[in-house]
């Protein structure tokens, strides 16, 4: 298991990268209109993982209504994992809590599922299983 990503919800990608990239000098990876989680998304290396500054373009995505109740800040924790059915079970069997128990499938074929935050002591954890 490895950090693959650590996502930072923000109000507006290209206005965040004006630290990150800009301020920090992290290279821009590429950035993404995620249709399905309604999110653009900017792909920062850093390491082996990288930083992901996620931004809702919607009112209604799961990001917006979190951006909206907690602001900006620190979203999840992202793992890398072999296999993310046999992860997904082994965390259900030691009773924590999933909010998608069936992984969902990025359009690159990434495998992805989220840990609820009150079965790991409040971080939002990710498992990503790469395609």
Not at 19 to 42: C, K, M, R, S, Y
Not at 89 to 109: F, H, L, S, V
Request: charged share 20%; proline share 5%; aromatic share 6%.
């Amino acid at each position: 298991m490895k950090i693959n990503h650590i996502a930072v919800v923000v109000e507006d990608v290209n206005t965040a990268l004006k630290f990150w990239q800009t301020a920090l000098g992290l290279p821009l990876h590429h950035v993404e209109h995620n249709e399905g989680e309604e999110v653009d998304i900017a792909f920062l290396p850093v390491g082996e993982g990288e930083i992901e500054l996620i931004a809702p373009f919607t009112e209604t995505s799961g990001v917006a209504k979190y951006l909206a109740k907690k602001g900006a800040g620190l979203h999840h924790l992202c793992l890398e994992v072999d296999d993310i059915e046999a992860a997904v079970t082994r965390i259900i069997g030691a009773g924590a809590e999933m909010i998608n128990e069936q992984p969902k499938t990025r359009p690159d074929g990434t495998r992805y599922a989220f840990v609820h935050p009150k079965s790991t002591g409040g971080v939002l954890l990710e498992l990503y299983q790469l395609a």
